[in-house]
């Protein structure tokens, strides 16, 4: 049987491989991954009915596959999403947004930083979100539009406490504070730690729907955080929140953002 394998077979093989790692990658700790697993108790039970001939069972499990397979669209949408965003952000079909000179880029990246250590050190709470490749002009309409230069001052003075754009995200295209003050979609990641308030899930659930790079500033406790692609990184200092903004800014001479998943302390 092995005999019969050739070289295609081998290629073919491991494109399968490669699509499934991808895949589960993709649903590893959401709600899809606990969905996929139901699924396959469904298919177990379908198979295992029908070779005991219970034909009432049997016949019920298999409408409800045929019907499942059509809701599995509509529950998978936002992972279906996902995946092909994921294509789309291919080197090979898209060119970054978010390149700058390498001037523009160091200035730009220490007036962030700068605002971010004193917002940290006056223990004012702040997010900020920074676009790549994916588009998030639609959550930009829900907050105020600025389209300002990217400055320390203006930074914290939309953070203020009591004023109108406090309570929000600031958004950050290329070289410009877009909008303050938008409303970001909640992580569905039901892994977090009970410690992590709206803040942080709003940062972790805009990079969960695309690759945007979220920066957060606990009002509690001033602690520095960075997220990216659904995972977390806490407890940053200026020089580490500096390397993932370069890393931001510019994807492609860059190692991935984070290499790991966590660096959780009691707050």
């Not at 394998?5 to 589960?24: E, N, P, S």
């Not at 509509?74 to 090979?92: C, D």
């Amino acid at each position: 049987m092995f005999l019969n394998i050739g070289v295609r077979d081998v290629i073919d093989m491991t494109i399968v491989a490669f699509v499934f790692y991808k895949l589960f990658m993709l649903i590893r700790e959401t709600r899809a991954e606990q969905l996929i697993k139901g699924l396959l108790v469904l298919l177990i039970a379908t198979k295992l009915s029908e070779w005991s001939r219970l034909y009432v069972t049997n016949w019920i499990l298999r409408n409800t596959m045929t019907l499942g397979m059509i809701a599995l669209l509509i529950v998978f949408q936002p992972e279906l999403r996902r995946a092909l965003e994921y294509i789309g952000r291919s080197k090979f079909l898209t060119k970054s947004i978010v390149e700058l000179a390498d001037e523009d880029l160091t200035q730009k990246i220490n007036e962030i930083v700068e605002a971010v250590v004193e917002l940290s050190k006056q223990k004012i709470g702040a997010l900020i979100i920074f676009e790549r490749e994916t588009g998030i002009g639609d959550l930009m309409e829900t907050g105020t539009r600025i389209n300002g230069d990217i400055s320390t001052g203006l930074l914290i003075n939309i953070f203020i406490p009591n004023t109108p754009l406090h309570d929000g995200a600031v958004i950050v295209r290329k070289d410009k504070i877009m909008a303050a003050g938008c409303v970001l979609p909640l992580s569905e990641n039901p892994h977090l730690s009970k410690t992590l308030g709206t803040r942080h899930r709003a940062g972790l659930g805009i990079t969960e729907r695309s690759d945007a790079v979220a920066v957060i500033v606990s009002e509690e406790t001033g602690a520095i955080s960075a997220a990216s692609d659904g995972k977390l990184s806490r407890f940053l200092d200026a020089k580490t929140l500096r390397r993932i903004l370069k890393n931001a800014y510019k994807p492609e001479d860059q190692k991935p953002l984070f290499n790991w998943k966590w660096r959780q302390k009691d707050e």
